[in-house]
């Protein structure tokens, strides 16, 4: 097995496993660069309907492994340190903002700690679960400053800014009962369930058409920075029109009308 896991644990689900447990699922260069060759891949597979992104064993991940993360293959040899690190978080960067690109919606799963790195790809995702031993640490204080990723920009809007600013600026780390009280993940449920409650999330997602899904998750995430309501409206009126165009859209209809599972062709 690799570092990335892929597997399917149900039709239409992609499940991604960072799978490196005996160091905590932390993160080495060449995961980063597997992560997005995997994203890329899933982009363009009509198949896979929901992405599922979890961690092998107690925890989802604790960041950048600091010991043994390799080196990152991306980046020329004997650049200077501005030059090396300015290439090294533009490959970072693009990880989360691939996930939001994504036609289909992520599910973040978090078992145990959440860390640097993997805070943000938990907030990074467009819904997230939390076990109750999950633990959000922003471990980036270690590394000097208090963000990368889209930190800065993806917490406040889940958190308000006054509670981004403590959890930035502290660095106190967040259990997951209280992350799902403040709006940083979902909810919060029993570690025995973690998996459970993931995948009858997908589920819920799977039963409306591809297109419809695609182009809802696309309006929400552009729409988060409308610079009007009337720019929101018609961004939302134009995937109207291309979703209620196709043979799925339809297949959504009748479906509901007739008190059935829809199955869906692509078209």
Not at 160 to 180: I, N, S, V, W, Y
Not at 186 to 206: G, N, P, Y
């Amino acid at each position: 097995m690799g570092d990335i896991v892929r597997d399917a644990p149900a039709e239409g689900i992609c499940r991604l496993t960072l799978n490196r447990p005996d160091a905590l699922n932390s993160l080495t260069f060449s995961m980063y660069a597997e992560l997005i060759d995997h994203l890329e891949a899933v982009r363009y597979d009509h198949d896979v309907r929901v992405v599922l992104l979890t961690g092998a064993g107690r925890a989802f991940c604790a960041g950048h492994d600091i010991r043994a993360g390799g080196t990152p293959d991306w980046v020329a040899k004997g650049l200077g340190k501005a030059q090396f690190q300015r290439r090294v978080m533009d490959k970072l960067g693009q990880i989360p903002i691939r996930m939001r690109a994504l036609p289909q919606p992520v599910i973040c799963a978090v078992n145990g700690v959440a860390a640097g790195a993997g805070y943000a790809l938990a907030i990074a995702a467009d819904m997230t679960i939390a076990a109750r031993s999950a633990k959000f640490v922003n471990a980036f204080h270690n590394a000097g400053t208090g963000h990368e990723m889209g930190f800065s920009y993806m917490l406040p809007r889940l958190v308000g800014m006054q509670r981004a600013a403590e959890l930035m600026l502290t660095g106190r780390p967040l259990m997951a009962e209280e992350a799902a009280r403040i709006g940083l993940v979902l909810r919060c449920v029993d570690d025995d369930t973690l998996m459970d409650e993931a995948l009858k999330l997908a589920d819920a997602v799977m039963v409306n058409s591809p297109i419809g899904i695609a182009v809802t998750k696309s309006s929400m995430w552009h729409n988060v920075d409308a610079p009007s309501l009337e720019t929101a409206i018609e961004m939302e009126n134009r995937a109207i029109f291309m979703s209620q165009s196709t043979a799925d859209s339809a297949e959504r209809r009748a479906a509901f009308v007739e008190k059935r599972p829809p199955s869906f062709t692509g078209e």
